[in-house]
């Protein structure tokens, strides 16, 4: 199938599994090893880009605020966005659970684990402004129906569009959520845990774009010795 042929051999296997669970094979008639693949870098927004793309999606509509809002700044995915309720936030406290996925027929988030993020003042500010009364969810629709992942599509495709930036889907907010934290120097471990990476390996896409991080690390080897004369007694004992 066109564009499809790097998925090829995972779609094979998939669908012979399938075969077997829906009972029209007994068995796996063969073996199909899957070889990792190096994901390029992650496409991004720098941080001038995002602040424009914040300013034009306020201009286009609240949804569209809250949806870049949640995605560059608490790394949600766009079917976590759909699935957000107002009982997983807690205002007060800036707290954000996320436990909750609308994506092709899951209802818990992509690993398996809930995850909390602490929000930040922008995106405390925008929901408390945006609070309703129309459902238990956070984004719905003018016409009162909630949103699904085509909307925060579209609506995160109008507010680039808006800010001449590009247009992509709401994903290229949770890679700009993880690119700024690299950027600004947070933990690996801290970044997937915020961004919800079942796997150390995805957090690692983004750890090229912390220089500040790795020159730290190097710059440990320039540091005075300290010459510890009761190590080298107990290495000659030894010895």
Not at 46 to 51: G, I, L, R, S
Not at 76 to 89: K, Q
Not at 214 to 235: G, T, Y
């Amino acid at each position: 199938m066109r564009g499809r042929t790097a998925d090829g051999p995972r779609s094979l296997n998939t669908r012979l599994k399938k075969a077997v669970e829906w009972g029209v094979m007994d068995k796996m008639t063969c073996t199909i090893r899957l070889l990792s693949v190096s994901r390029g870098p992650a496409a991004f927004y720098d941080f001038e880009e995002y602040e424009r793309l914040v300013v034009a999606a306020r201009t286009v509509s609240t949804q569209a605020y809250l949806i870049v809002l949640l995605g560059g700044e608490a790394g949600l995915r766009s079917g976590e966005m759909v699935a957000l309720e107002w009982d997983d936030i807690d205002l007060p406290k800036r707290l954000l659970c996320v436990q909750r996925n609308a994506w092709e027929g899951h209802d818990s988030p992509k690993s398996g684990r809930i995850r909390y993020v602490r929000m930040t003042t922008r995106l405390t500010a925008a929901l408390k402004e945006a609070r309703h009364l129309r459902g238990p969810r956070v984004l719905y629709r003018d016409d009162g129906r909630p949103f699904s992942e085509m909307s925060t599509t579209l609506a995160m495709k109008r507010a680039a569009r808006k800010a001449g930036v590009q247009a992509n889907g709401p994903h290229r907010l949770r890679h700009t959520f993880c690119s700024h934290l690299a950027m600004r120097g947070a933990a690996p471990r801290a970044i997937q845990e915020l961004a919800g990476h079942a796997h150390f390996t995805t957090t690692q896409r983004y750890m090229h774009l912390s220089p500040a991080a790795l020159d730290a690390a190097i710059d440990l080897l320039e540091r005075p010795h300290v010459h510890d004369s009761s190590a080298e007694k107990e290495a000659i004992k030894n010895g």
